[in-house]
């Protein structure tokens, strides 16, 4: 893929870097805290906020219009996380599901209404207050995907 754009584009040299999936978002991070970070990268979705409230990522509508790519051939919940007030700092590539899995005696004993379609990251991370009581070992509910969460 790399030989076609470059020879589409010879005036544009690729410089591929491979890394470590483990380390990669921090030292994406590190990169771009200190100037040296890459021209193209990939973002998953619920890493994005971060990037581009930081001003790490480039407002892509001016090459949007150039292109011809239209926002309805695109993925709507991935315009969202790829956005930056309203305008595309990324492309979207992927998706990943989020699932929530509750239990319901859980929720009944602390009096909370079970989540629904209409819920937030705001009302999840809410109701995880009202559970959170005891150490660390009691606790009751958590997520890994703070998404959207600066």
Known sequence: MIEVFEARNPYIKINLNTIDPSIYYDRLAMSMAGSAGPD????????AAPYHYRGYT????????ESGIE??????AQIEAMSLDGNLHGLPFDMSVIALYYNERVFNEAGVGYPSSEWTWDNLFEAGRKFATGNNEEQNIGTSEPAKRR
């Open 58 to 65: 480039l407002d892509l509508e001016p090459f949007i219009a």
């Open 40 to 47: 193209v990268f990939y973002l998953h979705d619920s890493k």
């Open 71 to 76: 926002r309805h051939d695109l993925w709507p």
